[in-house]
């Protein structure tokens, strides 16, 4: 059976608009009952304690998020990613490689601190990675999880070397 791997609305959702409403909405919800609990009636500190947890929410969840999103969107623009009975075929603007799964010499998959010990992920964009494969004929390609994120699934451990990375920003 053929699996083809692509960009698709779902890997947004996962890898953007899901982290973002999540932790926006832990933080506007966290801000809200701190509000309430503190019994703040002004609404100069009001606004400004909302502006303060806007602003930490935006630093540490938000701007990293688009930083990995933006650079794993880019370089996942044009890529698929084709499996059919053992025969890969990878495709983007710029090369079509074809090769077998005995072709493959290696496989490098980049992973987030928490990823790789499997440990709770409190950043939430912990879940970002890529697969660098290494094919015999010397071709390198790179795939990100927006396109393709079932690496450990697929592929046999033994084929498979894991890399800590603490910001797995996609290179080239």
């Known amino acids: 059976m053929a699996e083809i791997y692509k960009l698709t609305n779902s890997s947004k959702w996962k890898y953007f608009y899901k982290i973002l409403l999540v932790t926006f909405l ?6 809200i009952v701190l509000l309430f609990y503190k019994n703040v009636k002004e609404i100069d500190l009001f606004l400004k304690v909302l502006l303060m947890i806007l602003l930490g929410w935006f630093v540490l969840f938000a701007l990293p998020t688009f930083l990995l999103y933006f650079n794993h969107k880019k370089r996942s623009k044009d890529v698929i990613l084709n499996q ?3 025969l890969f075929t990878y495709v983007d603007s710029s090369k079509v490689s074809e090769f077998k799964l005995a072709e493959i010499e ?4 980049y992973l987030s601190p928490p990823s790789y010990d499997n440990r709770l992920d409190i950043m939430y964009f912990g879940i970002y990675n890529y697969t660098v494969f290494y094919i015999k004929n010397g071709d390198v390609i790179d795939i990100s999880c927006l396109v393709f994120d079932q690496t450990e699934e697929v592929f046999s451990e033994k ?10 920003v996609m290179k080239k």
């Open 84 to 86: 059919n009975k053992g």
């Open 159 to 168: 084929l498979i070397g894991r890399k800590k990375k603490s910001f797995p």
């Open 106 to 109: 290696k496989i490098e998959l």
């Open 26 to 31: 832990f933080h506007a919800f966290g801000g």
